[in-house]
């Protein structure tokens, strides 16, 4: 016992103050949304688009990027000859609409305004949301890095939000990979038995598009296909931080990033 | 020891060769090389089809590794027709490989004693193994499973959708009372057609098909990709890049393994462990964020490299973190084997022996707990382990101790391994290019992931695109390990004995 009051007393209390205090730090070389000057690029270049393994960089006007296909690799910027495309440390990045996501030319971060819960869900949700997640498909990174939540560091919990065992104890489910053919049925059985009101947010790129497998026949392209998405959060894992914000939005705990009280 | 087969050639990792240097034997030569390299202790690392120049006929590839030469052996047969003798009767270790083929190629091992398909998908060819007609759905776990009938027998199904934050699996349970008499896996939720579309490859996604194969190894499967392509291209990546590659992969094993002696915690209701390490697992995925941006090693391997260098201040940063990271780790990680609660479950729960281990193929810490001496880094290696070895360490009991305790000694290995390579990392650049890919070529490549062997084999066309590429992860060979292991144990133990292999679902199904 008194080993175990040592460790206690070694490993200390390490519970990010976010969001009353800053973030915890990002790593310096991390990619968060890609930022495009477009007037750097010279005329009729497709070279970052030719490059893009997912298509989320549009052939006809590259700066017009789609972030929920985006995997936030380094394969435009490295295409690029001017270096008209670089990666930003912006890690919010979760929109309530699919089409939030495409971001047009000249604009600098994605539509975060909106991106709560209407009052009612907010009222039900707002101080308790129990989810349940379901991999259909994905590679197990967007399922860790959403488990990473519940570690001490992170501690979701606090905010009242819990993954829960079962659809029938959860408010709404958190959908990660393409929704493969094979899942398909087990996430609609799923979501049907999650009783009404219920959300659905997908994790990554893979359950808001399909990621590295659009197209590929032995998936959906995403959890929008087989039941109705409320949250969508990019990224290819998306750093728990960006999840963590997106769903404090959709909660209505943080505005802008900045705590509501 | 190779004389008694002369039959195959002889190959080490990473080499490539012309496909006219595989030999074409019959089938009865390809099943007695299988069945006397198997009795000689070569396991098989790889067993799949491709197509055939002959018209009508299937072409199978073996990959043989004889880890106490150091050497892989490979080979190949056309069966024609839609049918072949099984060998897995007499070698058990092929079993899931013959389902494999069977689906993907509607090749019907005949003799197979549990026939049944691995992913639920449709074949390649158009011919079905299970006669299924074109119209009716595939529908995944659906078919019979072996049943133990008797007073009090029950039956357990769980999954896919399980209650923790995890893959998709299905698990069918036969008990009596709290006893399980037998458990089968059905797996195949998460296929999504990966070996399928690497084929005409390289593309931009391969890359991305390679670090997604399974998450938490993109390391581990990223660089068997960028190996076989630099293989291919007959290019050699620099020391420095080599280098990088090493501290990723140990970074990634440390991850995973300091994750999964917290979850082992947490399994049996040890709090201090499970929460201590949960954290601590995600310091050193961000080790690796700090190499590359990615907590999981995304953009970081590359072919004719890595993506990011370090610098001195970087390095520096790195040693610290892992400094801080030790300590935690240790700290938290030895009140497990002091606590007599924790060690009551461990300790007798899941065993698998050495012979069975053995026998069924298993790989990396699996293998290891068990008593068998197989680590890649050392038999197979590549990179920077051919110039800095790292020792195997190993257990006997195969226990969920000692797959606990073996995690531990390769941590402590780890973060010693990349101590001495941020000490003395050689100069020069980290990246060059890659030119085009041999054209008519074969080549296999194994790295030594946190799960285990993690082995690619290549093959390409006259136009140097890939006609064929096979992925074996780890946990296709550690599965039936995990099924055996829960023979004669108490269900309630399901969590640990599963927690303690930790395998892939998405790596299995591709």
């Known amino acids: 016992m008194i080993k175990v009051i040592l460790a206690r007393l070694q490993q200390k209390h390490r519970t990010m103050t976010y969001p009353d205090g800053a973030p915890p730090p990002l790593p310096d070389r991390f990619r968060g949304r890609p930022v495009i000057d477009a007037a750097l690029c ?16 549009d052939p006809a006007d590259p700066a017009r990027i789609d972030l929920g296909k985006c995997l936030f690799c380094t394969d435009c910027a490295d295409a690029c000859p001017r270096q008209a495309l670089t990666h930003s440390s912006n890690y919010q990045l979760a929109a309530r609409s699919r089409a ?46 959403s488990n990473v939540l519940n570690t001490v560091g992170w501690d979701l919990s606090r905010f009242g939000i819990q993954f829960v065992a079962s659809p029938r104890h959860a408010d709404g489910l958190l959908v990660t990979g393409p929704v493969s053919q094979n899942m398909a049925l087990a996430l609609k059985k799923t979501y049907d038995a999650v009783s009404d009101p219920r959300i659905v947010i997908a994790v990554g790129a893979c359950a808001i598009s399909g990621g590295p497998y659009i197209g ?9 296909a087989v039941v109705p998405v409320d949250l969508f959060v990019p990224g290819c894992p998306p750093h728990p931080l960006t999840i963590l914000d997106g769903l404090l939005r959709l909660i209505g705990r943080i505005e802008d990033g900045t705590r509501k009280s | 020891m190779n004389d008694s087969r002369p039959e195959l050639a002889m190959l080490a990792n990473g080499q490539a060769v012309h496909r006219a240097a595989i030999p074409v034997l019959s089938f009865e030569a390809f099943k007695q ?39 892989l052996f490979a080979g190949a047969t056309d069966v024609e027709g839609d049918a072949f003798p099984s060998l897995t009767p007499r070698c058990p270790q092929v079993h899931l490989f013959e389902r494999e083929i069977a689906e993907q190629f509607g090749l019907r091992p005949v003799g197979h004693p549990w026939f049944k398909p691995v992913r639920y998908c449709r074949s390649w060819t158009g011919r079905d193994a299970w006669g299924r007609p074109p119209e009716q759905p595939i529908l995944p776990a659906v078919g019979d499973f072996y049943r133990v009938e008797g007073d009090q027998v029950h039956e357990v199904a769980v999954g896919p ?10 698990f069918r349970f036969q008990c009596h009372g709290e006893q399980v008499f037998h458990l089968e896996i059905a797996l195949g939720f998460q296929h999504r057609g990966v070996e399928e579309a690497l084929v005409g490859g390289p593309t931009p996604r391969t890359i991305h098909y390679a670090e997604t194969l399974s998450g938490d190894s993109t390391v581990a499967h990223a660089t068997s990709y960028c190996q076989v392509v630099e293989a291919l291209a007959s290019c050699q990546e620099t020391a420095r890049a080599q280098t990088l590659r090493g501290v990723a992969l140990e970074l990634e094993r440390l991850a995973n393994h300091v994750g999964d002696l917290g979850a082992l915690a947490g399994d049996v209701g040890f709090l201090p462990t499970a929460s201590y390490c949960g954290r601590i697992r995600g310091d050193f995925l961000n ?12 953009g970081l391997i590359r072919p004719g490299g890595v993506g990011f260098d370090m610098d001195a201040e970087r390095i520096a940063e790195l040693g610290r973190r892992l400094d801080a990271g030790e300590k935690d780790t240790t700290v938290a990680v030895n009140l497990l084997w002091n606590t007599q609660s924790v060690m009551a479950r461990f300790e007798d729960a899941g065993p698998l022996p050495l012979h069975v281990a053995a026998e069924l193929g298993t790989v990396g810490p699996v293998a290891r707990a068990s008593g068998i001496e197989r680590d890649v880094r050392r038999d197979q290696p590549s990179g920077i382990y ?27 290995h780890s973060i010693g391994f990349i101590r001495d390579q941020l000490r003395a990392l050689p100069t020069g650049a980290v990246r060059v290019p890659v030119r085009a890919l041999a054209p008519d070529s074969l080549v296999i490549t194994l790295n030594e992931g946190w799960r285990g062997e993690v082995c690619h084999v290549a093959l390409t066309d006259a136009q140097g695109r890939f006609s064929r590429y096979k992925v074996v992860d780890p946990s296709f060979h550690n599965w039936p ?3 055996y292991a829960l023979r004669n144990q108490e269900i309630s133990d399901f969590p640990i004995c599963n927690k303690s292999f930790n395998l892939s679902y998405c790596g299995h199904d591709l």
């Not at chain 2, 120049?53 to 030469?69: C, F, I, K, W």
């Not at chain 2, 959708?161 to 299905?170: K, L, R, S, T």
């Not at chain 2, 020792?391 to 195969?398: A, K, N």
Request: with cysteine; hydrophobic share 45%.
């Open chain 1, 216 to 224: 590929h026949a032995q998936v959906n392209n995403g959890a929008g």
């Open chain 1, 100 to 145: 939030d996501l495409v971001v047009p030319r000249g604009q600098q971060a994605v539509e975060v305004a909106g991106a709560a819960l209407d009052a009612k869900l907010k009222k039900l949700f707002g101080r308790s949301l129990k989810l349940r997640q379901v991999s259909a498909g994905g590679c197990n990174a967007c399922e860790a890095d």
């Open chain 2, 386 to 412: 051919c110039f800095s070895h790292i020792p195997v360490s190993t257990c006997e009991t195969g226990d969920v101790a000692a797959r606990a305790y073996l995690r531990w000694l390769e941590i402590q």
């Open chain 1, 42 to 57: 010279p005329a009729g270049c497709r070279a970052c688009a030719d490059a893009c393994p997912t298509g989320a960089l």
């Open chain 2, 481 to 483: 390990g995990l099924a």
């Open chain 2, 33 to 71: 090389a299988i069945l006397d390299g198997v009795a000689a202790r070569q396991r098989v690392s790889a067993l799949f089809g491709a197509a055939s120049p002959l018209p009508g006929a299937t072409r199978l590839y073996v990959v043989l590794a004889d880890d106490e030469q150091n050497l």
């Open chain 2, 161 to 170: 959708v399980h209650a923790g934050v995890i893959e998709p699996g299905h």
């Open chain 2, 287 to 298: 080790m690796t964020a700090l190499l590359c941006g990615s907590r999981f090693g995304r």
